[in-house]
Structures are given as structure tokens and as C-alpha cells.
């Protein structure tokens, strides 16, 4: 894995560290929640805490169907790329 890392949205650099740093930027965990064809329809960051992960279930449990599955995983580059380039678009569309 590469010793530094840009992520890089709309031409300019957003963030840049090593993988581990960026990971932590967004948290050291993900709740995955998944449908009942087993397919992700959020992914949500956390600390991995259990009273991190008990708040978040807590703030999303209305919004999701009651048969959702949860998984709680480390945090991925692929989840740094979408967190910081979503966060990035909303701000430049607010």
C-alpha cells in the first residue's frame, strides 16, 4: 500500500495522509447495513464503540426497514474516497 495517499474530487485535492490516517479521519469503523437480498443500502461511520454504534442504530433505527441486517467492519479506502468527496459536494452545492 502506497505511503501517502491524495484523494482527489472536481480537479483539487481534498485530503491527503497515509491510508491509516485517512481512515481514521472518518472513523476506525463502518455499520453496513444490508436488505434482506443481502445487498448494502447504507454504510454508516463510527468509532466502533458500543456507545457509538448503539447512538448511531439509535438515529437511523426510524429510516430503515426492521428486518435490516447490520455489520460492523473496518473502514476501507473505498469509504474515505466516498466520504470525502460527498462531503465535498454537498458543501459546494449548499
Known sequence: MADMVSVITAGRVVATGTPQELKSR???EVLELR???????RVVPTTGSIHDVRQT????AHSVPDQTRIYLRKTSMDDVFLALTIQRTEEALS
Open 26 to 28: 472518518i472513523g476506525g
Open 35 to 41: 436488505d434482506e437480498k443481502d445487498e448494502v443500502i
Open 57 to 60: 442504530l439509535n438515529g437511523i
